[in-house]
């Protein structure tokens, strides 16, 4: 907030301008010694008098929500959020038609959560309307006036709730918005994929989502946005075997495992909450593995494992394996050391190509891909070890028996 990327922006903004503030998750993070990572201001000024002050010292301006008074600033390598204070003329479950004023406090009252209704000026003041920051001192996460009332104005509150209580809250929750929680819990069908995805796997990375995830069952909330998820025994071993290194994916993979479910269920998650065809893909192959994982003595089938699956989905099931081996075992029977093999692994390429094989006289065409995929097979029993001269002699004995055929 001090860098000097930033200054440049607040110096701007200053400049015969009113005077602008930090404003939500920055002030709130600073506060608690995190890592600031976006940072957001407002100010008083219009959006058309943002762009003049900002372009004026030299900064490129985006006029990226406008309408909504947004403007995004680029100073350096670094872009920040500048939103002119508003006030809500009419809201529609997501959406607000919103009117500019210069009111701080009335800005902030329509913010969600109080720890996030926050504001500081540059040189530091903090402005706290609605006791914000004895709240996050607290661990206490409360909408900003009624609960009820901040989940009808805009429906995706409901989740946004339960991913800050998962980061910031403490046991037991606020009643009052557990309450408003459950009243609204149907609103959540309205709410369009990417919105839920984003917010569910935020909470699913959290250090402890199955605290979170049984508060938004009992409140009905749950069933709506993933109605495959059952019960959360093994996402919490998992949870403890990934220690500080979440994937909020893989996860979503162990609550499905658990439940019984399918590749296909994991892609009919997948297209709801609309993950990439990448995503879809991983959690599919997660919940219904391609391969079986197990520990083993020499390595030899956990190398070809991890050749044919790759490093990243071979960490997958491992983790999950190991995961669902924890019912009936209390000491680790050598997943760890799958885990390190990951770690040391290092891509290794069959060391022929289709060249090689129409070297030899092969026409072009599905032959080729068939002796490759032979030869690969050879290469892999023998644990990548054959040099490239041993595995053309190995081609040419394999070329010979087809032709011999």
Known sequence: MTAPETRAVIEALSAEGAGPRFVGGCVRDALLG????????????????????????????????????????????????ITTLRRDVKT??????????????????????????????????????????????????????????????????????????????????????????????????????????????KILDAPGPVAVLEHLKAVGALRQVLPEADGFDLLERLAALEGEAPDGLRRLAALIREAGGSGNDARTVAARWRLSNANADRLAQMVEPPLGIEP???????????????????RDLVYLAWAEAMTHMDTDPGFGALLEAVRRWRPVKLPVRGADVRALGVPAGPEVGELLSRLEAWWLEGDFKASRKEALAKLRALVAQVRGS
């Open 34 to 81: 995190r890592r600031v990572i976006d940072i957001d201001i407002a100010t008083p000024d219009r959006p058309e008098r943002v762009i003049e002050l900002l372009e004026r010292a030299g900064l490129k301006a985006i006029p990226t929500g406008i309408k909504y008074g947004t403007v995004t600033a680029i100073s350096g390598e670094r872009h920040f959020e």
């Open 92 to 201: 529609y479950g997501r959406h607000a038609d919103v009117a500019f004023t210069d009111d701080w406090e009335e800005d902030a009252s329509r913010r969600d959560l109080t720890i996030n209704a926050l504001s500081c000026t540059p040189d530091g003041a903090l402005y706290d309307p609605f006791d914000g920051r004895r709240d996050l001192e607290a661990g206490r996460i409360r909408f900003v006036g009624e609960a009820e009332k901040r989940i009808e104005e805009d429906h995706l509150r409901l989740l946004r709730y339960f991913r800050f209580y998962a980061y910031f809250g403490k046991e037991p929750p606020d009643p009052e918005a557990l309450e408003a929680c459950r009243k609204w819990a149907r609103a959540l069908d309205a709410l369009s994929g990417e919105r839920v995805r984003d917010e569910m796997l």
């Open 296 to 314: 083993e003595r020499d390595g030899g089938a956990g190398r070809r494992a991890l050749y044919r699956l790759g490093p990243e989905l071979y």
